[in-house]
């Protein structure tokens, strides 16, 4: 039973346009929900988080929407840089058990 | 500040031996995670810890895997005996109590043969 899930493995987008990555989710009781990047040969590192009580989070380049109504977030990252390119998952927090997403693929090409 | 240290990082073994991985947690944070991670799966939870009580190990394999974590400190994930299908990345995890933002280590990449 997939609660979080990511149905874009994989996304490309030139260097400076917005990357858009999206997650739906099944529960509408989680607290948290938050955004990690994964490097190869690397664990994730946390990236932005949103409280369920709020629609928008914003940090510097990146800010995470949620539609609580449609069950769904995103990831907006403006400018895009070719570092940014890496695995992005969202996770849902309710209680103290984290759901993971299967992950996004993000390519920005130079 | 040094963060979430894991060894080893690659472990090769064959199936039916035993492999044991080691987690050293940021320094303060009480709750302690190991997750395992299929390719091209997002985490999937194994047991958290609480200090040193295992607050949840409702996912953990238990005719197989045991983990423990002395002293509220480092933890040890152990597997005997492996089988095939324990090939994954399992990372180990860490934040305070109650806290929304984990720290996750490199992982340690296994291939049972």
């Known amino acids: 039973d997939q609660q979080v899930k990511q149905n874009s493995p994989s996304l490309s987008v030139q260097e400076g346009r917005i990357s858009i990555l999206n997650c739906d989710y099944t529960?509408?009781?989680?607290?948290?929900f938050l955004w990690y990047k994964k490097y190869p040969a690397e664990g994730p590192t946390f990236l932005i988080s949103?409280?369920?009580?709020?629609d928008k989070n914003e940090d510097g380049r990146f800010t995470v929407f949620l539609n609580k109504s449609a069950k769904h977030l995103s990831l907006h990252i403006v400018p895009s840089q070719p570092g940014d390119s890496a695995v992005y998952f969202c996770?849902?927090?309710?209680?103290?058990?984290?759901?993971f997403g299967t992950g996004t693929s993000l390519t920005v090409i130079p | 500040e040094a963060g979430v240290v894991q060894s080893p990082r690659y472990k090769i073994i064959e199936k039916k031996q035993p492999v044991a991985f080691w987690c050293n947690p940021i320094s303060g944070h009480n709750t302690l995670y190991w997750y395992r991670q299929n390719l091209g799966q997002g985490p999937e939870l194994l047991i958290r810890y609480e200090n040193e009580e295992a607050v949840d190990d409702s996912q953990l394999p238990k005719d197989r895997f045991s983990a423990e974590r002395l002293k509220g400190v480092d933890s040890t994930l152990k597997i005997q005996p492996a089988e095939l299908g324990d090939s994954a990345v399992y990372l180990c995890?860490?934040?305070?109590?109650?806290?929304?933002?984990?720290?996750f280590g490199p992982g340690t990449r296994l291939t049972v043969t």
């Open positions: 995890a860490s934040s305070l109590v109650g806290g929304v933002e984990q720290y």
């Open positions: 996770a849902a927090l309710f209680g103290n058990q984290f759901y």
């Open positions: 529960n509408s009781m989680f607290d948290y």
């Open positions: 949103i409280s369920s009580i709020k």
